[in-house]
């Protein structure tokens, strides 16, 4: 069955720097776009960033472009998130998920099918 | 960005009655393959999202019968015929059409 674990977050300063990495498996990791969803503490979902399935194409919420990078390796089947220049307002738990079809997607940006139970982010002095 | 609106944001219900949850896009989410990019989605306390509803009206795997959804261009429906006990938590749609994707508020739905 199809499993996403996420691991790598913590605590940390604001203006340093963090990698979460979502471990897949269950599936053929190199067919299937990718994406980071995040949720600060009592709030709702905020979508971070998608990676299509063979990592030519990316795309970055505004309030985190330039600050953070997604990324994956199909070799090792897993995804990342390097963020970097983090913010108290980064503070969250951060999802990955797979979205439902594999290959190229033709239309829209995928629906998620798939989510993993998250890391929290903790960005405080 | 596209922005979607839940409403209510708040739905008390008595288990084994109704519920309608309604969302709607700043721009029609209705593509020219005659598919709407929007879904539904239920969160329980402590969970990750579950995905309920894709692509306006289709029930994801496992999903209950009773849950339904419709809708067409910028306006959506997530109906549930009779609330069961496991059906309380956090509802969000989100838009798929164009990247950012984006997710409505969220509504909360409570036992009356």
């Known amino acids: 069955q199809v499993q996403l674990v996420e691991s790598g977050g913590g605590v940390v300063q604001p203006g340093r720097s963090l990698r979460l990495s979502c471990a897949a498996s269950?599936?053929?990791?190199?067919?299937?776009?990718m994406q980071w969803v995040r949720q600060a503490p009592g709030k709702g979902l905020e979508w971070v960033a998608l990676?299509?399935?063979?990592?030519?194409?990316?795309y970055e919420a505004d309030s985190v472009k330039g600050r953070f990078t997604i990324s994956r390796d199909n070799f090792k089947n897993t995804l990342y998130l390097q963020m970097s220049s983090l913010r108290v307002e980064d503070t969250a738990v951060y999802y990955c998920?797979?979205?439902?079809?594999?290959?190229?997607?033709?239309?829209?940006?995928?629906?998620?099918?798939?989510w993993g139970q998250g890391a929290q982010v903790t960005v405080s002095s | 960005d596209i922005v979607m609106t839940q409403s209510p944001l708040s739905l008390p219900v008595t288990p084994g009655e109704p519920a309608s949850i309604s969302c709607r896009s700043s721009?029609?989410?209705?593509?020219?393959?005659?598919?709407?990019?929007l879904d539904w989605y239920l969160q329980k306390p402590g969970q990750p999202p579950q995905l309920l509803i894709s692509?306006?009206?289709q029930r994801a795997s496992g999903v209950p019968d009773r849950f339904s959804g419709s809708g067409t261009g910028t306006d959506f429906t997530l109906k549930i015929s009779r609330v069961e006990a496991e059906d309380f938590g956090v509802y969000y749609c989100m838009q798929t059409l164009q990247a950012p994707p984006t997710f409505g508020q969220g509504t909360k739905m409570e036992i009356k």
């Open positions: 990676i299509s399935n063979d990592g030519s194409k990316e």
């Open positions: 721009q029609s989410l209705l593509h020219f393959n005659g598919f709407n990019y």
């Open positions: 692509l306006g009206s």
């Open positions: 998920a797979r979205i439902m079809e594999p290959g190229t997607v033709v239309a829209g940006t995928g629906t998620l099918g798939y």
């Open positions: 269950g599936f053929t990791f190199s067919t299937y776009t």
